[in-house]
């Protein structure tokens, strides 16, 4: 009975800290609105897009990228020697849109991340105000491009990224995905105003936005250069150094198709999604534990409270019960709140829940090994930063 003692007093301060983290999200504004042309900010945005192989996925994004507006002076696309036929759609792309330019980065250093080397690469020949970074599998609404520079400019971030909405047309994929995506809101709370703490704050690559003398004043992209989850790497070292950094909904800004299965997603989403290379070893397994006490564990523990009733659980049967009702009260209500990130979200999605003790295991597979390929490229080992 001691055991479970530990168990509620354990579930009991996870509570008050995920209540903590998600408490700023009652202040959360709502998803920032594309910006019409004739409304645009009086200043200049590159967009720098990094592929490897993108042949599949960069067209919808190229279409995208056209269509934004006057604040877009340039569109590099700096692409790291692609073999299946990524650099001809470029090509093409260009000769439609001037603004368009296909660069080759250097070779790729042994310390870098190749997509954190591209960025740099595209860093170096941009010569606009702005810098903002998109993946190749977004797709872009018209005025997203404004629109993130006018919620910068509007909320006096210096960095600021946006999260996506989601496209996810499997079943499968529908009920882990919003399992693993929850894994990043207990851990770092909602997107918002940003957080106190450095070390909580959240970050999106697939569209991230930076003052570029700010970016160069801090090295460009080498924080991140070691970095699989380069984002958040380098969000939180320039939130360290006194950067104003921001994280807010661009749910109607871009939609995003990141992968082909829910096999795909489970294991290279999975892989990145620790956050392990933005996070101290210490932090790390303290998040580990939490995911498990606050996300993964209360379902279960509910049902088996009530499925043996209060005599096979002695004096800790209501403590339990009451904080792990709780949490999964919690839980429900936050799968509300991410559904308008969601295009179409069917059935699978509200029984994602039944998938968090896969999510957290998955994050601590992640945090057990290293990863050692990215986007078909093998690394040595990489020390964390």
């Given at each position: ?92 792309a260009a000769r439609r849109d001037p603004r368009i330019r296909l660069l080759t980065d250097d070779p790729l250093p042994h310390d870098w991340v190749g997509k954190v080397w591209a960025l740099q690469h595209g860093l170096a020949h941009a010569t ?97 250069q070691r970095s699989f989850a380069d984002d958040v790497t380098l969000a939180r070292s320039m939130a360290r150094a006194g950067v104003r950094v921001g994280f807010l909904d661009g749910s109607s800004l871009y939609r995003v198709r990141s992968y ?126």
């Amino acid at each position: 009975m001691l055991a479970l003692g530990l168990l509620a007093a354990a579930q009991a301060v996870a509570l008050v800290i995920l209540m903590a983290r998600l408490a700023p999200g009652r202040r959360r504004r709502p998803p920032v609105s594309p910006v019409a042309d004739a409304e645009a900010p009086d200043t200049s945005l590159t967009i720098t897009v990094a592929t490897l192989n993108e042949a599949k996925r960069i067209g919808p994004c190229l279409d995208g990228l056209m269509r934004q507006g006057k604040v877009v002076r340039e569109i590099l696309v700096v692409d790291s020697r692609s073999t299946d036929g990524t650099r001809e759609l470029v090509e093409a792309a260009a000769r439609r849109d001037p603004r368009i330019r296909l660069l080759t980065d250097d070779p790729l250093p042994h310390d870098w991340v190749g997509k954190v080397w591209a960025l740099q690469h595209g860093l170096a020949h941009a010569t606009s105000e702005w810098v903002l970074g998109v993946d190749a599998d977004i797709t872009p609404d018209p005025g997203l491009a404004a629109g993130v520079v006018a919620a910068a400019l509007e909320q006096r971030f210096e960095v600021v990224s946006f999260s996506p909405r989601f496209t996810i047309p499997t079943a499968a994929e529908q009920w882990l995905q919003p399992a693993l995506l929850v894994t990043l809101v207990y851990r770092c709370g909602a997107a918002g105003e940003g957080t106190p703490d450095p070390d909580r704050v959240l970050a999106n690559g697939q569209c991230f936005l930076a003052r570029r003398d700010v970016l160069n004043a801090h090295g460009g992209y080498a924080a991140a250069q070691r970095s699989f989850a380069d984002d958040v790497t380098l969000a939180r070292s320039m939130a360290r150094a006194g950067v104003r950094v921001g994280f807010l909904d661009g749910s109607s800004l871009y939609r995003v198709r990141s992968y082909s299965s829910m096999r795909e997603a489970w294991r290279e989403w999975g892989r990145s999604l620790d956050l392990k290379d933005a996070t101290t070893p210490a932090r790390q397994w303290a998040d580990v534990l939490f995911l498990f006490l606050a996300q993964a564990l209360p379902l279960p523990v509910v049902a088996l409270l009530l499925a043996l009733g209060r005599a096979a659980f002695g004096a800790a049967w209501l403590p339990l019960l009451i904080v792990n009702a709780i949490l999964f009260a919690i839980r429900l209500l936050l799968l509300g709140a991410l559904r308008a990130s969601y295009d179409a979200p069917s059935l699978p999605f509200w029984l994602s829940p039944l998938a968090d003790i896969p999510a957290a295991i998955r994050i601590l597979l992640s945090t057990l090994r290293s990863r050692r390929t990215w986007r078909g490229r093998a690394y040595g080992p990489l020390a964390n930063t």
